[in-house]
């Protein structure tokens, strides 16, 4: 291509986002307003399946409260899908704007409003494309922030029918400026699991320990052994994190209590170190509570894999940041030790997700994700849009 050629067509597919920008920041305004939690995102279900039907998109539901639809073209080929999280958070908003959060303690402090809108400008725009070969299957998916809706609608059969051939998701990114994208090769984000402890004995009067066992000492000592783990059993060079949230415990100052109670979550990049975390935490917490003489109780939930990103979609990622965005604006990052139920398609089917730049100091638009002033620089929008309308258009012509 010329660079007359690179920028006619930088230009039209951001004319095209562009021309749709006041209804992006109205749409995403409406659902700013009105927050539903994981699985209870009914209003949200009924706003997304009536501006489906405007754009000429029949859909159906899954799991519940996720909407999903499909756009064929005119020949048979690849079906890509493109993912936006639905739900809010139990949060309430701190921000003094026109489209606050209208429900008390809930807010969409984690930008899925603007995926809602950017997604389904994005159906907008590709509903008028005439696609040629190929299909789009827009999945809008609920409980992204429990973890459980990615599961439930691959359940469901989200991916069959017409199977899914890669999929594309993204999320919003306040520490980077809008215009801006950053994704990953290979891991993007780590596996997220969680774990309970509850150590008991029988409790006893806090002046005679020697007559009992103490589970508060004995706790102690667990919670500072798991730090071992990651400090002396993973390699170095390959990453986990063993974090303790929560202790509980204890009525009174001179009663040893019969439970304490602790819990927290393991993260890990390497699906090889993910699965011998649960054995290293159950040998640690026998080890100590036995030599203490007290007993143990360890449950332990595998929540998310890792997210891992297809290598063959970083060329199409690249082309679609320079057509859009123009040279320079994707960079590449280390990966995340958060969470992303995305992990369930990729576990599944070739995928990729990027970050989107929505910081802008003088807006107030780089408070971190899940933070009560949280909020997104509209500006976004339309690049958001325009990136997934470009990356699916090239998927489609480049297969
Ligand atoms: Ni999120």
Redesign the pocket.
Known sequence: MTALEIYTERHAIRKEANDIKDELISWRRFLHQHPELAFEEENTKQFIQKKLKEFGIESKILAKTGVVALLTGKEQGPTIALRA?MDALPIQEENNVPYVSTIPGKGHM???DAHIAMLLGAAKILSKKNIEKGNVKFIFQPA??IGGGAKALIEEGVLDNPAVDAILGL?VYPKLETGKITSEHGISCAACDFFEVEIHSEGGHGAHPHLTVDPITTAAEVISSLQHIVSREIDPLSSAVVTIGQIHGGSANNIIPSTVKFSGTVRTLDPEVRKTMEERIDRITKGVTQAHRACYQLNYQYLFPSVTHNESLIPILEKTAKDVLGEGKLTYSKPSMGG?DFSFYTEKVPGITFRLGTGNEAKGTTYS?HHPKFDVDEDALEIGTALIAKFTLNYLSNS
């Open positions: 999280d984690c930008g899925h992204e922030e999320h992303e994700l």
